[in-house]
Nanobody
Framework: QVQLVESGGGLVQAGGSLRLSCAASGRTFSTYAMGWFRQAPGKEREFVAAINWNGDRTYYADSVKGRFTISRDNAKNTVYLQMNSLKPEDTAVYSC???????????????????WGQGTQVTVSS
């Protein structure tokens, strides 16, 4: 089992940047594929980005492609989401998720992930 704790959210002006972190417990972090999702008020949770177990494959939602970068440091049991050129529509609670797999397949569906963090609020003002 793995526990996930997000940090790095906050209030930023449009055009600004934030870096989210997701720290995982346990000694098997490198066996998990990781994803970032977000949920805005009144909307369903949506996929943002995913990264495979060793970091050599990534995938992004079209809405964030070219602006967000997902990465991981397995030595630190941490996955990151660098968010640049933020827009007001990026405002949401951002959560990280883990799926135990060393497949090359990346997952965009919420139900594919086994473990979730509590989330961190990102607010982008116009």
């Amino acid at each position: 089992q793995v526990q996930l704790v997000e940090s790095g959210g906050g209030l930023v002006q449009a055009g600004g940047s934030l870096r989210l972190s997701c720290a995982a417990s346990g000694r098997t972090f490198s066996t998990y594929a990781m994803g970032w999702f977000r949920q805005a008020p009144g909307k369903e949770r949506e996929f943002v980005a995913a990264i495979n177990w060793n970091g050599d494959r990534t995938y992004y939602a079209d809405s964030v492609k070219g602006r967000f970068t997902i990465s991981r440091d397995n030595a630190k049991n941490t996955v990151y989401l660098q968010m640049n050129s933020l827009k007001p529509e990026d405002t949401a609670v951002y959560s990280c998720a883990a799926k135990r797999t060393q497949s090359t397949v990346l997952f965009t569906m919420t139900y594919a992930y086994n473990y979730w963090g509590q989330g961190t609020q990102v607010t982008v003002s116009s």
